[in-house]
C-alpha cells in the first residue's frame, strides 16, 4: 500500500452555518413537506440522503484524511457523475477500461463505505461523492497543487437534474416513491430531495472554482465540447504524457451512445433493482428535457427561486434560467 500524507483532514463546516452565505435559505423543517411524503431517505444532520447511504458511515467521513494524490469526483446527483467518473478513469489507464471492472468498483462511492474500510484502500484513490461540500473530505489548506487532493466538481442545470432525480428515484423500489413530477418539483425546489438544497451544493463548490486543486465543469460543456472537456481533466490531473490518440479513445468511448452499451459503465448491474418498466440508467442524456416536463408556472417558480438565491449570495453561476448553460471557464 503506498504511504500516506500527512494532511490534515478537518472539515470546512462553512455551509452548516446558518450565517454561511451558500446556506438556502429557504430550506428548513418547516418548509411544509411532511417527511411521509418523500421518498424514503436516510437522514443526517438535518438532510435527506439515499436510503443506501446510511447516517453512521456519514458520522464516519468525518474522521476520513485526506491524502495528497487522492482525487474526488463530486456532484450533486445526477449531474453526469458517471460520464465524468468515466472520463477520469480512461484518462488514468491510456483510453482503456480495466478489463471487466464496473466503473463502482474503480472508483467507489464514498459516503457508502465506513471510515474504517476507506482508510485501507490502495493510493491513489479515486473516489467519487455527492457530499455537500463541507461534508467532503478535504485538508484545512485546500489551494496547493502538490500537496492537496483534487477535487473535480460537475454540475447540471438544476431543471434537468430535477427531472433526472424524478426518474432515478421512482424507478428504484428502495425509494418507495409513487408520486408524479408536480410531488417531486417541489420536494427538490425545497431541498429536500437527497443531498439537500441543489443551490447550495452548487454554491460551495462554484465559489472555490478558482482553487488549483478544484475544478468544475459543466454538463453543458461537456455536451457542447467533449475533447475540450477531457483535455481539461487530463491537464488537471497532470496527466503529462496522454497523447492526441488517447485523448480521441476517451472521447469517443465517452459518448453516450459508447457508454450506454459498455458493461462496466452502463449500471446495468442495478437493473434488478429497478421497478419493472422503468427507465434505464442512460435514459435520455440530454440539455433541455426539463421543457418537456415543467409547467410554465413551475418554470417561473424555478427561476424566481434562482434568481433570489444567485442575488443574495453573488457569486453563483449565470443564471441556468436562459436555459443556455454555462461556462465555468
Ligand atoms: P438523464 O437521466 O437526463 O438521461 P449521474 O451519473 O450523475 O447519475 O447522471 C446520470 C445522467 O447523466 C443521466 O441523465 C444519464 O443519461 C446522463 N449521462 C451519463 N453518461 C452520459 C454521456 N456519456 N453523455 C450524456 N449524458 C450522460
Known amino acids: 500500500m503506498a504511504e500516506r500524507s500527512s494532511s490534515d483532514s478537518s472539515l470546512a463546516l462553512s455551509e452548516s452555518d446558518p450565517t454561511s452565505p451558500c446556506t438556502d435559505a429557504s430550506v428548513s423543517p418547516t418548509a411544509g413537506l411532511e417527511q411521509e411524503w418523500l421518498p424514503n431517505y436516510n437522514t443526517y444532520d438535518g438532510k435527506n440522503f439515499p436510503p443506501l447511504v446510511r447516517p453512521e458511515n456519514l458520522d464516519s467521513l468525518k474522521r476520513c484524511k485526506t491524502r495528497s494524490d487522492d482525487v474526488f469526483v463530486c456532484t450533486y446527483s445526477k449531474s453526469g457523475t458517471t460520464w465524468m467518473q468515466h472520463i477520469v478513469r480512461l484518462l ?34 479515486t473516489m467519487k461523492c455527492h457530499l455537500p461540500h463541507h461534508m467532503v473530505p478535504q485538508p484545512s489548506s485546500m489551494d496547493e497543487t502538490a500537496s492537496s487532493p483534487k477535487y473535480i466538481y460537475a454540475m447540471r442545470d438544476p431543471r434537468d437534474v430535477a427531472v433526472s432525480l424524478f426518474y432515478h428515484t421512482r424507478a428504484f423500489e428502495k425509494y418507495e416513491f409513487t408520486g408524479d413530477w408536480n410531488d417531486f418539483f417541489h420536494i427538490f425546489l425545497n431541498g429536500k430531495a437527497e443531498y439537500g438544497s441543489w443551490f447550495e451544493h452548487v454554491c460551495g463548490w462554484w465559489q472555490r472554482r478558482h482553487y488549483r486543486n478544484v475544478l468544475v465543469v459543466s454538463y453543458e460543456e461537456m455536451q457542447q465540447d467533449l475533447r475540450q472537456v477531457v483535455c481539461k481533466v487530463a491537464s488537471f490531473l497532470n496527466l503529462a504524457n496522454v497523447t492526441d490518440s488517447v485523448i480521441d479513445q476517451v472521447v469517443a468511448k465517452s459518448s453516450f451512445s459508447a457508454m450506454r452499451v459498455d458493461k462496466t459503465a452502463n449500471y446495468s448491474w442495478d437493473d434488478q433493482y429497478r421497478r419493472p418498466g422503468h427507465v434505464p440508467f442512460f435514459r435520455k442524456g440530454q440539455v433541455g428535457d426539463w421543457t418537456n416536463h415543467f409547467t410554465a408556472e413551475q418554470a417561473r417558480e424555478f427561476d424566481a427561486v434562482y434568481r433570489r438565491f444567485a442575488e443574495r449570495v453573488g457569486d453563483f453561476p449565470e443564471c441556468y434560467c436562459s436555459g443556455a448553460g454555462v461556462a465555468t471557464s
Do not use: C, M
Open 92 to 125: 488514468k489507464n491510456n483510453g482503456q477500461t480495466e478489463s471487466d471492472q464496473a466503473i463502482v468498483n474503480v472508483i467507489p462511492f464514498l459516503e457508502e463505505y465506513h471510515v474504517d474500510n476507506i482508510d485501507l484502500w490502495t493510493s491513489p484513490r
